[in-house]
């Protein structure tokens, strides 16, 4: 059981019956009565989304949810296709049950599948990624007073914000819990 002091983004949950993950949880704690945590949450079988009140103290399920270890294989553009290493057996997760984590899938990658009563839900990527930037504006010279930033598009077709002396063709390192960039990698 997970207490409303263990809720944080992305954590899975037993809610009434079915498993929703955790996509804002704000934790809230008036001056007079109970606290209490406002969340969001969406549910990983049908994607309904919810924002759910729960008062301090309450608790709510762990969820059945099974991680195997597979390697991104490819995209057939209405799922992704993956493969356990151990056995070779492939695996498609349909493009509406990734969600954001879509964006940053590629080839030859691995990644954990969530699997809930042996059905595909999901999938939880390493923290960082390295992405190739295929398009991106010049930086403009002298407009760094604040430390700017530019968007730039990856290979994979996210668009993340980048420090203005990052270039085209450059592979950039990326945490995918926040969508930011990180660091250049050097080749």
Known sequence: MYSTSDFRKNLKIDYEGSLWIIVEAQHV???KGVAFVKT?????IDGRALDVTFRSGDKVGTPDVRQRNMQVLYSDGESWHFMDKDNYEQT??????????????KENIDVEVLFYNNRPVGVEL?????????????????????GGTKPATLETGAVVLVPLFVEEGEVIR???????YVSRVKS
């Open 174 to 180: 990326v945490d995918t819990r926040t969508n930011a």
């Open 29 to 31: 704690k008036p001056g």
């Open 92 to 105: 498609a997760v349909r493009l509406e049950d990734l969600g954001d984590s879509a964006q940053f899938l």
């Open 40 to 44: 969001r949450i969406r549910n990983m």
């Open 126 to 146: 390493p923290n960082f990624v390295d992405l190739k930037i295929v398009e991106c504006e010049p930086g403009v010279r002298g407009d760094t007073a604040q």
